[in-house]
């Protein structure tokens, strides 16, 4: 039997079913991790803190099946003193014919140089029918540490245009592509924006205004914007720029300008198209 049937439907907006081809369900697809407890005999005593939700963390627009298309996450967690950390690593991978494999690796120690060791388990796992993985822990045998991995398909569509709408984030951490800062803790609401740091500047904004250009899209808690020279930046917030399930069009406009000094950030807002373009015209 094949682990995940190529013709999988998905109720998209309650709507009507559609098949969903690869790029659709890389871009949709997430791993829950729960870390459980149970006794000697299989009786549940507990369920951890520890609860993580990973998805892809890419635009529609550079998924290609060209690539490989996988999520994951590790961490290194102890929750009681007389017992050993709980070190992994897990991958959910999604193969060209729409079937999934999930790898988990544990290791000994404690902190991240714990994951960059040899791990002492490895395994493998075919995912059939989108049914949880229950994986036990080779260290914690009384209790007995079980993590529970459950895959899904969330509901975010396709990017479109959102209009008029402003973008809102608080604490905001604009990265590049090579991991790069380029601010952290920035915060605004407004229909048209535009930051400049010691690495360069962006303007942002739902509604397309003169000069810029389709660059991006907005996720969840997540802008994801891309020049023609290849300068790549996402923007993560504390809050979700948009309603769940809904995937935004960004435009916009990249600058080489820069502030003179390290760390400090300039910052346009505006809701006329207009003014903002008046006033960022110095930079762009």
Not at 127 to 156: E, Q
Request: with cysteine.
């Amino acid at each position: 039997m094949r682990y995940l049937v190529m013709s999988l439907l998905l109720l998209s907006n309650g709507a009507f079913a559609q098949k969903l081809d690869f790029t659709e369900m890389c871009a949709r697809m997430e791993v829950v991790a729960e870390v459980f407890t149970f006794d000697t005999s299989g009786k549940f005593l507990d369920k951890k803190k520890e609860y993580q939700r990973s998805s892809v963390s890419k635009p529609w627009s550079s998924i290609s099946e060209k690539e490989k298309c996988s999520i994951g996450s590790g961490w290194s967690s102890k929750w009681d003193d007389k017992m050993p950390t709980l070190a992994l690593r897990y991958e959910l991978e999604l193969r060209k014919d729409l079937t999934l494999e999930l790898t988990i690796k544990q290791f000994s120690g404690h902190g991240r140089q714990a994951q960059k060791d040899k791990p002492i388990k490895e395994e493998k796992f075919r995912v059939d029918n989108m049914k949880p993985v229950m994986w036990k822990s080779v260290l914690h045998k009384d209790p007995v540490y079980v993590v529970r991995f459950t895959p899904n398909l969330s509901f975010r569509e396709k990017p479109r245009d959102i209009g008029d709408m402003e973008i809102s984030g608080r604490n905001i951490i604009i990265t590049d592509k090579k991991g790069f800062v380029w601010t952290d803790e920035f915060s605004i609401k407004e229909k048209y924006i535009s930051v400049k740091t010691h690495r360069g500047s962006v303007a942002l904004s739902y509604l397309p205004f003169k000069g810029a250009s389709l660059i991006g899209e907005a996720h969840s808690n997540v802008i994801w914007v891309e020049d023609e020279k290849g300068t790549s930046l996402k923007l993560t917030a504390e809050n979700s720029f948009l309603p769940d399930g809904i995937t935004g069009n960004v435009y916009g406009l990249f600058s080489r300008k820069t502030t003179k000094k390290i760390g400090s950030v300039s910052a346009q807002s505006s809701d006329k198209e207009k003014e903002f373009v008046e006033r960022i015209k110095s930079d762009f």
